[in-house]
């Protein structure tokens, strides 16, 4: 019998992995490394990557710093369109359903840091790019794939192409 999961399946259990490892790995940076400070974990790597405890009140980038109300009313409402999308998702659709997975976990996560505490947690930190988590690389991770599965879908309707010139052309 081939029996596919259920699209809530793939997509809670990914998303309680993304909230598990996002919320675990915050916790032991907000525990073990006081804000601004840098563990080295690949010491010939020093100029180009770190872990450094930062926090931000912001969006990506640190956009719109101060707007955590506004960062939990779009949690709230990416969460409740994923709840509801789901619903009409095909079994078969397992990259989509990991893909929202990545998108729900990742909001969440960091919904919580925000209603927890004010602000998010970053601390993987590339030096030439702005610090990030967990939760964030779930979120780019599942929109990318999100954006790719749709540019490789193939159009199942093609329109056909309208005929040289018009009707009344063609009739003359």
């Known amino acids: ?26 916790r032991w940076i907000e ?15 020093v100029n180009f990557f770190t872990i450094t405890h930062f926090t ?12 955590s109300i506004l960062f939990v009313a779009i949690g709230i409402a990416v969460a409740v369109a994923i709840v509801i999308y789901m619903r009409y998702l095909p079994r078969d659709q397992f990259l989509v359903q990991l893909a ?6 990742g909001a ?13 947690t970053d601390f993987i930190f590339f030096h030439f790019w702005p610090a990030f988590n967990i ?12 954006a790719l599965l749709l540019l490789m879908q193939k159009d199942e309707n093609p329109t056909k192409a309208p005929a040289e010139g018009s009707a009344e052309e063609q009739r003359a």
């Open 1 to 26: 019998m081939n029996r596919r999961l259920r699209p809530g399946w793939v997509i809670f259990g990914t998303a309680a992995i993304v909230i598990l490892l996002d919320q675990l790995s915050k």
């Open 31 to 45: 525990g073990n490394l006081p804000i601004g400070e840098s563990l080295v974990p690949f010491p010939s790597l």
């Open 56 to 67: 931000n009140t912001g969006a990506a980038f640190g956009l719109l710093q101060g707007q």
């Open 100 to 105: 929202l997975g990545l998108q729900l976990g």
């Open 108 to 120: 969440l996560g960091n919904m919580i840091d925000r209603v927890r505490q004010g602000h998010v």
């Open 135 to 146: 939760a964030d690389m779930a979120i780019v991770t599942g929109v990318g794939l999100m």
